[in-house]
Antibody
Framework: QVQLQESGPGLVKPSETLSLTCAVSGYSISSGYYWGWIRQPPGKGLEWIGSIYHSGSTYYNPSLKSRVTISVDTSKNQFSLKLSSVTAADTAVYYC???????????????WGQGTLVTVSS | SSELTQDPAVSVALGQTVRITCQGDSLRSYYASWYQQKPGQAPVLVIYGKNNRPSGIPDRFSGSSSGNTASLTITGAQAEDEADYYCNSRDSSGNSWVFGGGTKLTVL
């Protein structure tokens, strides 16, 4: 059974960098699939942040691209998110998920972490 | 703003059929995936591709697509189906992904 677990600070100050890690168990990241980050502000909808392939190739949400870096560490079987220059608008529950990208755009997030709330406040 | 448009809220009587729609130009080229989210929980994949259900998803959930509209149909809605539902697909560039704004389903 594939399991994902987010970890990182629950409180980040404005203008600083948000850093989260997603530990994967039950599946080796180096075996394939994309791995992604999605966030959800309190009371609002889901927003895709970006995805990374096990080889390191990345796709980012154009609206966040200038502030986002997603990396993968296959030796630790985990991947990470860094979001710079955060503001209160970045306060959200952050989810990591396994992402399958198939032919004809048959894409889906099939396994999700439980999510972690990150609050941006001084 | 989202490139995928969903009705904010839909209601259905217990045991009846409900269709939740997702509209966007990119849906003419790419399939949508659908996610169910209950309060305080992570989203759960319910439909992907042409009409595929992950293991454990009841067969009352089905998907379809026509033109720029993807649909999630629940045939014989149950009380436990009350949740928020989100569609996801690529955007018009094909190199980015976007979620619809979500539909809150109420089972009456």
């Amino acid at each position: 059974q594939v399991q994902l677990q987010e970890s990182g600070p629950g409180l980040v100050k404005p203008s600083e960098t948000l850093s989260l890690t997603c530990a994967v168990s039950g599946y080796s990241i180096s075996s394939g699939y994309y791995w992604g980050w999605i966030r959800q502000p309190p009371g609002k909808g889901l927003e895709w942040i970006g995805s990374i392939y096990h080889s390191g190739s990345t796709y980012y949400n154009p609206s966040l691209k200038s502030r986002v870096t997603i990396s993968v560490d296959t030796s630790k079987n985990q991947f990470s998110l860094k979001l710079s220059s955060v503001t209160a608008a970045d306060t959200a529950v952050y989810y990591c998920a396994r992402f399958s990208s198939g032919s004809y755009g048959e894409d889906y997030f099939d396994y999700w972490g439980q999510g972690t709330l990150v609050t941006v406040s001084s | 703003s989202s490139e995928l448009t969903q009705d904010p809220a839909v209601s259905v009587a217990l045991g009846q059929t409900v269709r939740i729609t997702c509209q966007g130009d990119s849906l003419r080229s790419y399939y949508a995936s659908w996610y169910q989210q209950k309060p305080g929980q992570a989203p759960v994949l319910v439909i992907y591709g042409k009409n595929n259900r992950p293991s454990g998803i009841p067969d009352r959930f089905s998907g379809s697509s026509s033109g720029n509209t993807a649909s999630l149909t629940i045939t014989g809605a149950q009380a436990e189906d009350e949740a928020d539902y989100y569609c996801n697909s690529r955007d018009s560039s094909g190199n980015s992904w976007v979620f619809g704004g979500g539909t809150k389903l109420t089972v009456l």
